[in-house]
């Protein structure tokens, strides 16, 4: 073809290094071409032999043009069917300041709280709101979802088991609670060894001596709203752990949970501004008492100071957190939902607790007006007392499937229960002609005439009883009532943006967590209304366009993985884990070795992989590693031949946690293999796989991707993540399974296909990359790493590399023979690159005191270049020190970060110059990004544990000095 017909090919803007860049990197690691790194990087016996059929790859401009056409597959209709999913309205100003706004998703998980001020505020409001609402203490900055909150909320209750309940096995979970809730529950029960029982709250007995713990949901699955204070104060009085669901916004009107006596509150925030999806990504909220705090699930942000006495954010009880306590863990979160908790928490600054409380009001008011109008129209409406939800007595199946028949019709989802009830829930995005179309509808089934609304809409009252009726006040903090005009939100939202370093000022080489583009095009599609407003319990007939990016998505990623089935239910890469681990459990069962529950774990495997096998019911136990961080082969066949009677898995991340490509790995999967066990893979190192090996040459069985790690989809502050797992054909039987999918299997996550609405990500990233992007891509990525390792290696030692001294997509340099000489540690060299303007790479994992660098394919070399001169030039101030130049606890690292006002303070004693510590090289002068706390004192915070906005009283105690 004639060469001025070529199309543009995003391979060349997401790839960072040009051709000339690329050569020259080649020459620095002395390599003559990329195809001669790879051989002399990945083992021979796994690479692949054949590149990957995928399609042809569109540009950007064309992939638009072509996703609109299968989105458009997807049919919007009014939804009514609730059960924890509502429409909702995303104010715009949230929508383009965050939801569209590179400077909010592109961000990582904010360890490094200096620079991460704005969404660790985000996030503080979004604890604050939760608390207020629930009326709870403590509430954490997000989980998964709603049924998963309550598989934590059990957990947590049983470990906190006391008294005569100390030994209790039995959870009561009301069958009043949603079904994904219920399903989530069984799954994850079955393996703790807790006895569910799932009945009417009528039937609780508290005085079962077995029963540790109680699940009610308020308003319940009906949408009635019963008085839940006896059952609470019945349990509280014998030791029994309460846990309520409760809608969010209900609670605006009614009285929380919190105020009558719940141990745990758990829920949604989905109504809070953020979109269907078809399932999410949504925030998931977890509250409850302050003596609970150290068994929370997921993160808390706290408020603690900084070094000049400032107050400023952080994660409390991080390095808990940070390790997931490993095999001693409860839980596996990892990932959670911070862009669509900053969301929800945003979407509460902006209401505040009138807009709140009119917002609540109004659903309620349209839920009251349409039971008006079905009285006339002869129906009986069975919840005596309701928030937004009202449940239809229609007399019979064939009057139900009559309504169903009109309401298809009229491009309308209902709930239609087993019996002859139809329920409907009213939301934020309804209107009074919504109502008025509902009446309608069943006065023609009823053939009646219609009432007139607008009369009936004068009888309307919302008021509860006085006992119902919330009568505390919320939200009183100052920030929830200071930006209520969008011009005061829109600056408030750019303040706190301003305060964050994320991709859109520099790389961020976190090792392990892939912090690649998030290209515009992949985002541009998630706000669409085809692919942002399906329920995800909608008719399949409606989300066609959905099937087809996931059906797509799925054989593309069987292509990539080299598997037979993908499960795309695990909305984080440890619930793909757990997943992984219980599809194992689940095949292992079928060929009756039930038996096998023993999980065999590298020691240098990320935490969430020994807390993933805990949470599955086994065993665990742990394999050294050697000097070279590989896998200890001898240790390995002496616990494999201690435990073959039972061994059902080992869980190995490949190439390692190290960033090393094991030659072995293939002998270590046959080893387990010839004694009956599984391979699972974690598959978070993807990125140095794709197109040159895969986990089924390599011999795993399954194994998770982090979607929002080498497939696009970005990290958000610490979530949204989708953790798919893929399986080999003997395992396909036993993926995950869903109530609304075809077969009996378990699920793992609330929604049928976890988190959907940013599936297109990923979907654009392979379907605009094409097998040739792809593979180059991985194979820039171990280029980068390895051009970062040669340019650094005489300042920093790599602590581990190949048989051909090269390194996978990532490595690690030692930074602990500092310590005696210099008394630097790691986290003092992540804190002086916040004066370089970057964030730090992964601190401290896998191997304490060192760093692990990442620069994935889509930086180019100038941006490496500066990146390294950062570093160089922090190992010559870390010599001066050496040297003896300046003092161990005096000097430009151990003061790091300086913010401005440190700099520009009329009172400068540091002995070394303004300029040293603010603009130390160069470049600076033209790209400044300033800190805005400076070094902040995590244990002053642990110790005074403040995981809320100020209160009032104490912003006057503040304001007046006290
Ligand atoms: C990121 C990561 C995980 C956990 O994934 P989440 O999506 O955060 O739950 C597990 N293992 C490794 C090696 C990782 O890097």
Redesign the pocket.
């Known amino acids: 073809m004639n060469t001025l017909f070529q199309r543009e090919y995003f391979e060349h803007r997401h790839n960072g290094p040009d051709h000339s860049e690329i050569n020259n990197m080649l020459e620095t690691v002395r390599c003559a071409s990329l195809d001669e790194l790879i051989e002399q990087t990945v083992p021979e016996n796994i690479r692949l032999k054949t590149g990957l059929n995928l399609p042809e790859p569109l540009s950007e401009h064309h992939f638009i043009k072509e996703f609109r056409k299968i989105a458009s597959k997807n049919r919007l209709f009014q939804n009514y069917i609730g059960m924890g999913y509502y429409d909702s309205i995303t104010p715009a100003v949230i929508q383009r300041n965050i939801l569209e706004n590179p400077g909010w998703y592109t961000a990582y998980?904010p360890y490094q709280a200096e620079i991460s001020q704005g969404r660790l505020e985000a996030l503080v409001n979004y604890q604050t709101m939760v608390m207020d609402l629930t009326g709870m203490e403590i509430a954490n900055a997000s989980l998964l979802d709603e049924a998963t909150a309550a598989a934590e909320a059990m957990t947590l209750l049983r470990d906190t088991r006391k008294g005569i309940r100390k030994k209790g096995t039995r959870f009561f979970v009301s069958e009043l609670c949603f079904p994904q809730t219920i399903d989530v529950l069984r799954t994850r029960a079955e393996y703790m060894g807790i006895e569910l029982l799932i009945d009417h709250p009528d039937n609780l007995d508290v005085t079962d001596e077995k029963l540790f713990g109680v699940l009610l949901q308020h308003p319940d699955s009906n949408g009635a709203i019963n008085d839940i204070r006896p059952v609470i104060e019945s349990a509280n009085e014998y030791q029994v752990g309460v846990a309520v669901a409760a809608d969010l916004l209900s609670l605006a009107l009614i009285t929380p949970p919190g105020e009558m006596g719940a141990d745990v509150v758990i829920g949604n925030t989905q109504r809070f501004g953020v979109p269907l999806g078809y399932g999410g990504p949504h925030a998931a909220y977890f509250a409850t008492k302050d003596v609970f705090k150290r068994q929370v699930p997921g993160r808390i942000i706290g408020v603690s100071r900084d070094k000049e006495g400032n107050p400023a954010y952080r994660m409390a009880l991080q390095t808990r957190e940070q390790h997931i306590r490993r095999e001693k863990a409860t839980s596996?979160?990892?990932?959670s939902q911070v862009l669509l908790a900053v969301m929800a928490g945003a979407y509460g600054v902006y209401h505040g607790p009138s807009g709140l409380r009119r917002v609540a009001k109004r659903i309620r008011a349209l839920a009251r007006l349409t039971e008006l109008g079905l009285e006339k129209a002869g129906f009986a409406q069975v919840n005596e007392f309701y928030f937004d939800t009202l449940k239809i007595d229609v007399g019979s199946n064939d009057r139900k499937n009559q309504i169903r028949e009109e309401a298809q019709r009229r491009k309308i989802n209902l709930r239609y229960f087993e019996d002859a009830f139809v329920g409907v829930s009213f939301d934020q995005a309804k209107e009074p002609e919504d109502a008025a179309e509902i009446i309608s509808l069943f006065s023609k089934i009823a053939g009646v005439s219609e009432p007139d609304t607008q009369q009936l809409m004068d009888m309307v009252d919302v008021d509860y009883p006085a006992a119902m009726a919330r009568q505390s006040d919320f939200l009183t903090h100052e920030v929830f009532n200071s930006y209520h005009s969008e011009h005061e939100m829109l600056r408030y939202l750019k303040r706190l943006e301003n305060r964050d370093i994320s991709l859109t000022h520099s790389m961020i080489s976190l090792?392990?967590?892939?912090m690649k583009l998030n290209a515009t095009t992949e985002m541009l599609p998630v706000s669409w209304p085809e692919l942002a407003d399906i329920h995800p319990f909608a008719p399949d007939d409606q989300a066609e366009g959905y099937h087809q990016i996931i059906r797509e998505l799925s054989d593309w990623l069987c292509e990539i993985t080299g598997y037979d089935s993908m499960s795309m239910q695990p909305n984080?890469?440890?619930?793909?884990?757990y997943a992984g681990l219980l599809t194992i459990r689940s095949y292992l069962e079928a060929k009756g070795e039930q038996h096998r529950n023993v999980t065999i774990i590298p020691s240098s495997?990320?935490?969430?992989?020994p807390a993933s096998a805990v949470m599955a019911g086994m065993k665990v136990v742990i394999t050294k590693c050697d000097d070279q961080g590989n896998i200890d082969l001898e240790d390995l066949r002496e616990k494999v031949a201690q435990y073959r009677e039972n061994l059902a898995a080992l869980m190995v991340?490949y190439p390692s946690?190290h960033g090393v490509f094991e030659e072995d790995i293939r002998e270590v999967c046959d080893l387990i293999h010839e004694n009956g066990g599984q391979v699972y893979m974690?598959g978070?190192?993807m990125n140095a796989q794709v197109g040159v090996t895969s986990p089924a040459i390599v011999g795993a069985d399954v194994c998770?991707l982090?979607l929002?790690?080498t497939f696009c989809i970005p990290h958000g502050g610490g979530?949204p993540?989708v953790?798919p797992i893929g399986a080999a054909a003997h395992l396909t039987p036993h993926l995950p399974g869903h109530f609304r999918l075809p077969g009996d299997n378990r699920a793992v996550a609330a929604a049928p296909y976890g988190s959907p609405g940013i599936l297109g990500i990923s979907y654009a990233y392979i379907r605009m990359m094409g097998a040739r992007g792809l593979t180059n891509a991985t194979k820039i990525a171990i280029l980068n790493a390895n051009y970062i390792k040669d340019r650094l290696k005489d300042h920093y030692k790599p602590l581990y590399v190949g048989k051909n001294g090269r390194v996978g997509h990532e490595m690690i340099i030692e930074l602990r023979t500092f310590r005696q000489t210099t008394g630097i540690d790691a986290i003092d060299v992540a804190k002086r690159l916040m004066d370089y303007g970057y964030h730090a790479p992964t601190v401290s994992f896998?191997v304490p005191g060192t760093m692990m660098i990442e620069p994935t394919e889509s930086e180019n070399k100038a941006e490496l270049d500066r990146f390294c001169d950062a570093m160089i030039s922090i190992r010559s101030e870390i010599a001066q020190i050496e040297q003896g130049h300046w003092d161990k606890e005096n000097n430009p690292l151990k003061n790091a970060p300086h913010t401005s006002r440190m700099v520009t303070d009329d009172d400068w004693k540091l002995p070394y110059s303004r300029k040293k510590a603010a603009f130390p090289l160069d470049w600076l002068r033209h790209n400044k990004f300033w800190p805005s706390v400076s070094r902040i004192d995590d244990v002053y915070g642990d110790r005074n544990l403040m995981c809320s906005c100020p209160s009032p009283e104490e912003y006057a105690d503040e304001e007046a000095g006290v």
Do not use: V, W, Y
């Open positions: 998980t596996n979160i990892c990932t090792g392990s967590c892939t984080s890469g440890a619930q793909g884990e495997a990320h935490g969430t992989n991340t946690t974690d978070a190192n998770h982090n929002h790690k979530g993540g953790g896998p």
